[in-house]
């Protein structure tokens, strides 16, 4: 059809005041509408037509069923206002249209990634952006609004507006398959992402992306979600699709797993890469931490027996398969090294290591590693283990906080360590059992978290050599390398 309107043009009839029909005008009884005639109307028409439908929508609250004259009246005077305001609008809007026409044939191939024929290469290069932009009746800053306004207008309909990232990257056809207001919305993001490339030429300074305009950090979040800043950030190249993919758990390929215990050493890991700066998420639906500008894994086991099932077997076997290093730290508690021995025997696991070999600069965080006895015992000594605890509690009871009380639940939990030591008990009380057992008797606090006892923890000492500390750098240090 279209073959045949290129080629006679005369047959596309453009209707008027005076020459528009009602549709059934187009159809008799024997021929099919359909047959003889195609509708064509231009897309950015529809930005009309939702502003004509928001402001004729409107809802007045009245507790009786019956309703008044005045609230007749009511009604009819917020009806004739909104119709005035867009009777006076019409000719912006119009002129709004008339630049997106001029400039949509030079960049809607771009963003939609469509292919150009070598006509349109021949006029793109007599195309000139400064000579529209000083022909359009707007000026950068008037542009720039119009791109403001019309990516806050796409956020306001779009109920999936926190995966914008991600459906961006998805072909445009892709994205036409959306429905509703999800569909609406992408037309309206469209529309600004068209704006910004015709202002990047018209002004030769790059321009913010679409989902930039419309946050309060103008991008700067995207540093911390991906480890790509926004400026870097290139939905042409598809540089930054890797890290949006493992944000969103898409991603299965991972560089490093690093297999942890418990909740204290990923809470405490997450704090750390705070600390440090360092992109992470956790994903709901996903146990464990990512840092995915790194393609770092981080996996909380749950307990010791986990390393014993075959669940865990197989999973290890199917991401070295893949590629990917593995290291493995537990506690040094149950038959913990017995099946640490067997996996290193079983060549699923590189070598066992041990706190001290974090301290080699030539050793590489692959294999398994016991916290003897414990991750805090093994990383902190009680006095700092007791000051993470005091910060922790300061901030549970606040003005309920009690000195008093407190010193002598750490002096309790003291004398716990000292007769414990005093017995020689290979695998006796830890620092921590012993501060929640304290924490316990003496209230301070009654529920004892130990993941916000960790944060902590990392709150004070995250730049200090201490062994949670060295893992996790050899960690960074190793998958930015691979």
Not at 323 to 334: H, I, L, N, P, R
Request: proline content about 4%; glycine content about 6%.
């Amino acid at each position: 059809m279209f073959d045949s309107l290129r080629r006679n043009p005369e047959s596309i009839t453009i209707p008027s005041g005076e020459t528009f029909q009602p549709w059934s005008a187009y159809s008799t009884p024997n021929t099919p509408r359909i047959d003889t005639v195609a509708v064509l109307y231009h897309p950015y028409q529809i930005f009309r037509l939702h502003k004509i439908d928001q402001a004729c929508t409107t809802s007045i609250r009245h507790t009786d069923f019956t309703i008044s004259a005045a609230a007749l009246l009511l009604r009819q005077q917020i009806f004739s206002g909104r119709l005035e305001r867009l009777k006076e609008d019409e000719l912006e809007d119009l002129g709004v249209l008339e630049l997106l026409l001029a400039i949509e044939d030079r960049y809607l191939p771009d963003i939609r990634e469509r292919l150009r024929y070598e006509e349109w290469f021949t006029w793109s290069e007599t195309f000139s952006a400064t000579t529209v932009l000083s022909g359009s009746g707007y000026n950068e800053e008037g542009v720039q609004a119009l791109r403001i306004r019309f990516a806050h207008i796409g956020r306001g309909v779009d109920s999936a507006h926190e995966w914008y990232n991600l459906i961006r990257f998805t072909d445009y056809s892709r994205r036409g398959s959306l429905r509703g207001n999800l569909l609406r919305a992408w037309d309206y993001y469209e529309v600004a992402e068209l704006l910004g490339k015709f202002l990047s030429e018209a002004t030769g300074r790059p321009q913010r992306h679409v989902d930039d305009l419309i946050s309060l950090n103008h991008g700067a979040w995207k540093q911390h979600r991906y480890g790509i800043s926004a400026d870097n950030f290139d939905y042409s190249s598809r540089n930054a699709l890797p890290a949006v993919l493992r944000y969103f758990g898409l991603d299965p390929r991972v560089k490093l797993l690093l297999a942890v215990e418990g909740q204290s050493e990923t809470a405490y890991a997450s704090a750390w890469c705070e600390h440090e700066g360092i992109a992470y998420t956790r994903p709901v639906h996903q146990r464990g931490l990512d840092i995915p500008s790194l393609n770092v894994r981080m996996r909380e086991l749950g307990s010791v027996s986990e390393l014993k099932s075959d669940r865990w077997r197989r999973f290890l076997q199917d991401i070295t398969t893949e590629g990917a290093k593995v290291f493995v730290t537990v506690d040094d508690e149950q038959d913990a090294e017995t099946v640490i021995d067997q996996l290193v025997a079983d060549r699923m696991l590189h070598r066992k290591l041990d706190a001290q070999t974090l301290l080699d600069p030539k050793i590489l965080p692959e294999g398994a590693m016991l916290w003897r006895p414990c991750f805090e015992d093994a990383s902190f000594t009680f006095d700092e283990q007791v000051a993470a605890w005091h910060l922790y509690a300061q901030a549970i009871l606040g003005s309920h906080f009690n000195l008093a009380p407190w010193q002598a639940a750490v002096q309790h939990a003291r004398v716990l360590l000292m007769t414990q030591q005093t017995q020689q008990k290979p695998k006796g009380m830890t620092a921590i059992g012993a501060i929640i057992e304290a924490a316990k008797k003496f209230g301070m606090p009654h529920r004892f978290s130990k993941p916000a006892f960790a944060r902590c923890l990392a709150e004070l000492y995250w730049q200090a050599d201490k062994p949670m500390n060295l893992m996790l750098r050899k960690v960074v240090g190793y998958a930015s390398q691979i």
